[in-house]
T-cell receptor, first 115, second 116 residues
Framework: AQTVTQSQPEMSVQEAETVTLSCTYDTSESNYYLFWYKQPPSRQMILVIRQEAYKQQNATENRFSVNFQKAAKSFSLKISDSQLGDTAMYFCAFMHNQAGTALIFGKGTTLSVSS | DTGVSQDPRHKITKRGQNVTFRCDPISEHNRLYWYRQTLGQGPEFLTYFQNEAQLEKSRLLSDRFSAERPKGSFSTLEIQRTEQGDSAMYLC??????????????FGPGTRLLVL
């Protein structure tokens, strides 16, 4: 069975600094998707960034980028120029490349950004 | 399009009562998912619909849980004879056609259930 591991329960960073959240996963599949979702306190989960496993190029979305290492089964999220609004729980998630499959989530990393 | 909506946002009930939650997906999405999230944990998959057909159910979905999507639009999740262990956030997500960005699941705000 696929598993997703986030080894950092909590992280903190100062405004404007850069922080990296770690994620590793276990799968025997070669074709799949990886996601980072953000869940602010008492607010809904939103998609931060998505990576297709067949793409070697790392995905980027404005201040958010990933370091996808397929052989190592590692998928870290880098947040540059951190802002107070980045304070949230961040979840790494895995999904098979198959229609209608469920997301498998890690336990999350709580990120606190302070001024 | 206002995204995925869920109703109610909060529900407090007594043990043994039945509760029903509703999810309205993004209008053009034909796939709908239910997840459960307990405090400090990531969401766990419960069940999945493609149009009106329920195609997959997790073993987490006990006999007391039932989900429907009668016309392939909104979905309901019912919990019968609630137990204190059912207290959690129930999340709904939807996605479009397979492949490409349409496979991404978009989440609603969730229904937080507290069973006393």
């Amino acid at each position: 069975a696929q598993t997703v591991t986030q080894s950092q329960p909590e992280m903190s960073v100062q405004e404007a600094e850069t922080v990296t959240l770690s994620c590793t996963y276990d799968t025997s599949e070669s074709n799949y998707y990886l996601f980072w979702y953000k869940q602010p306190p008492s607010r809904q989960m939103i998609l931060v960034i998505r990576q297709e496993a067949y793409k070697q190029q790392n995905a980027t979305e404005n201040r958010f980028s990933v370091n996808f290492q397929k052989a190592a089964k590692s998928f870290s999220l880098k947040i540059s120029d951190s802002q107070l609004g980045d304070t949230a729980m961040y979840f790494c998630a895995f999904m098979h490349n198959q229609a209608g499959t469920a997301l498998i989530f890690g336990k999350g990393t709580t990120l606190s950004v302070s001024s | 399009d206002t995204g995925v909506s869920q109703d109610p946002r909060h529900k407090i009930t007594k043990r043994g009562q039945n509760v029903t939650f509703r999810c309205d997906p993004i209008s053009e999405h034909n796939r709908l998912y239910w997840y459960r999230q307990t405090l400090g944990q990531g969401p766990e998959f419960l069940t999945y619909f493609q149009n009106e057909a329920q195609l997959e159910k997790s073993r987490l979905l006990s006999d007391r849980f039932s989900a429907e999507r009668p016309k392939g639009s909104f979905s309901t999740l019912e919990i019968q004879r609630t137990e204190q262990g059912d207290s959690a956030m129930y999340l709904c997500a939807s996605s479009g056609l397979a492949g490409g960005p349409e496979e991404t699941q978009y989440f609603g705000p969730g229904t937080r259930l507290l069973v006393l």
